[in-house]
């Protein structure tokens, strides 16, 4: 069984658009030399070949361990396994509504309640629009359990160019929850002028 390291970040991919954003933050982690232990849903998996042309295989190299939805018995499904913290990037409304009722019948649910019942960081990152009330009242529960929510809605003040810089903004963000240096954005910097 692989060890897991006490600076380990755990990277869940749900089946919601977003896995840009998922490739970004895995490879923003791999840059700055933290491990990361990668959980992709099947659904996950095809929004990242819809979405970036990737498979789980062309992130591998930046991975610490690649793991199954079904590996229930993998380290990060355990609290006495220490880690940085968990995102879920992109996490699906389905994905919100397990989490917020107390299903854990994946590895990522399991992982990310074992995240929340250590008070250890969980980062959700939710992109859907417009959200219902039940998503809505799913987020409340969660955040009120301890989880980040992380809505992938780009800053407009950045005036960005490219798609590539608003995913690099929300990538940055994540990191900036997970308190691992960066240099994805330029925050807001009142010197610059009124926007």
């Not at 955040?143 to 780009?154: K, N």
Request: charged fraction near 20%; aromatic fraction near 4%; hydrophobic fraction near 45%.
């Amino acid at each position: 069984m692989t060890e897991v390291p006490s600076d380990a970040v755990v990277v869940g991919m749900t089946g919601a658009s977003g896995a840009p954003i998922a490739v970004a933050v895995v490879r923003a982690l791999h840059a700055a030399g933290v491990p990361v232990h990668l959980i992709a849903s099947e659904a996950g998996q095809v929004v990242l070949r819809e979405e970036c042309q990737l498979t789980i295989d062309d992130l591998r190299a930046q991975v610490t361990t690649v793991l199954g939805e079904k590996e229930f018995t993998a380290r990060v499904a355990s609290g006495s396994t220490p880690t940085r913290g968990m995102v879920i990037v992109p996490c699906s409304s389905n994905t919100l509504a397990k989490l917020a009722h107390g299903m854990a019948d994946t590895l990522i649910t399991r992982a990310a309640h074992v995240h929340l019942k250590e008070r250890r960081p969980l980062i959700l990152v939710p992109r859907e629009t417009p959200l219902s009330v039940f998503t809505l009242r799913n987020m409340t529960a969660l955040t009120e359990a301890g989880a980040t929510m992380l809505i992938a809605s780009p800053p407009y003040y950045l005036r960005a160019k490219t798609v590539d810089e608003l995913v690099g903004y929300l990538a940055g963000k994540v990191l900036d929850h997970l308190h691992v240096p960066h240099t994805l954005y330029r925050g807001w910097r009142s010197d610059e002028g009124s926007v």
